[in-house]
């Protein structure tokens, strides 16, 4: 099984995005410090300080939290994705803005959902300003709703990590996810949700700890302390939010020409609700790898950390792999 046989292809995305590439930068004035494909738009302001913007949904990981009448997740699941998107430029949150749209508005979702948001927002020290709630009948099922969501954050100049800094030998660590995060739902339905063998979502298929339905629903990790904290020991030369495109996709996003990343396989344990998607569903490993984050949600790279400053933190990152040159995108993993 393949993410595209699902419906979802990130190649025909990506070559959209190439062809409304020009379009989208004919807007741009001299402030747009960005390029179409970063995580968040960088905007200068006139204090030489810039703007950080990202927006972003929760996607079919709704279906789930529907079927599963636990909904109250979700709304901190699109604000911590929001605030990591972001974080990657080295950008701290200023103020959010929600969109709720349903075929017929549930006041008891809208406050589980809204309610999870904004103690989401709390824990991150982001204003949830404003937003917008649309009742769509026929547009969508009744019980059936879409979120999306806004951030808005600020970093100075000498705080900013563009990746233009990383360069060859330099280590790459990460930090573990709490799960699926927001990305790959829909081929996680289908292996695990759909057709005659379809599993309980009220039940642990026997290798989880807990239900299926708690596994796929996990809320997605803010990053933001823990790259703080790491900032205090080390210049963060790159940081990588992994969402929708796996690491094949993501890594290369914020890496300079000539270089790419060797990970070691071995490094860490991939969680079991993963190796349950990739069992069930009999999907390739290079395929998982490109979907999902397997258990790892946010890279840094920058020099060696002495394992004293490691100890030091919170939470000590997983020391994956290295820099190396390399003469097109190159994200590699050896064991």
Known sequence: MKYKDTGVDIDAAQDALKGVRAAIAGTWGPQVASDVGSFGGLFRLDDGSFLVSSIDGVGTKLMVALQAEQVDGVGADLLNHCVNDILVQGARPLFFLDYYAAGRLSPDHFKRVIGGMAAAARDNGCALIGGETAEMPGMYREDDFDLAGCIVGQVSAERLITGQEIREGMVVYGWRSSGLHTNGYSLARRALLEGPNALDLSVDPGSLGCTLADALLAVHRSYLAPVEQLREHATIAGLCHLTGGGFYDNIPRVLPAGLGVIIDA???????????????????LDEMRRV????????????????????????????????????????????
Do not use: T, Y
């Not at 991939?270 to 069930?280: A, D, S």
């Not at 790279?301 to 995108?329: F, N, W």
């Open 292 to 335: 999902f984050n397997l258990g790892i949600g946010m890279l840094a790279v920058c020099d060696e950390v002495a394992p004293a400053h490691l100890d030091a933190l919170g939470e000590r990152p997983i020391k994956l792999g290295r820099v190396v040159a390399a003469e097109g995108p190159l994200v590699r993993f050896e064991s």
């Open 266 to 284: 071995s490094a860490w344990e991939v969680p079991p609700i993963f190796r349950l998607i990739q069992e069930r569903g009999n999907v390739d």
